[in-house]
């Protein structure tokens, strides 16, 4: 069983940064597509950034493009997400996802972990 286990979250300051890690057990990943996505406070869930975890293509939004960079440790099973200049926009809880489509809908990802919360301060 697939299981998707994010952790790494907490408080930052406006400017500074962060890393979230995403542990990935129960399956071979080689030919998933692993995603970010961050939900705040009200809002709907959006898309923040892929990696195809067997070629490590990525792809980002363009609210997070040259400040976010996510990465995968294949030995580890790990996919992480370093955030640079973070904004206080960047507070929500980040969800680890995988799938086989991927992209930067939801309905790309099959599997789910709990989430991460991330708060930025200005």
């Known amino acids: 069983q697939v299981q998707l286990v994010e952790s790494g979250g907490g408080l930052g300051q406006a400017g500074g940064s962060l890393r979230i890690s995403c542990a990935a057990s129960?399956?071979?990943?080689?030919?998933?597509?692993m995603g970010w996505f961050r939900q705040a406070p009200g809002k709907e869930r959006e898309f923040v950034a892929t990696?195809?975890?067997?070629?490590?293509?990525?792809a980002y939004a363009d609210s997070v493009k040259g400040r976010f960079t996510i990465s995968r440790d294949n030995i580890k099973n790990t996919m992480y997400l370093q955030m640079n200049s973070l904004k206080p926009e960047d507070t929500a809880d980040y969800y680890c996802a995988a799938g086989r489509i991927g992209g930067s809908m939801a309905s790309g990802y099959f599997h789910w972990g709990q989430g991460t919360q991330v708060t930025v301060s200005s």
């Open positions: 129960g399956g071979s990943f080689n030919n998933y597509a």
């Open positions: 990696i195809i975890w067997g070629g490590g293509r990525t």
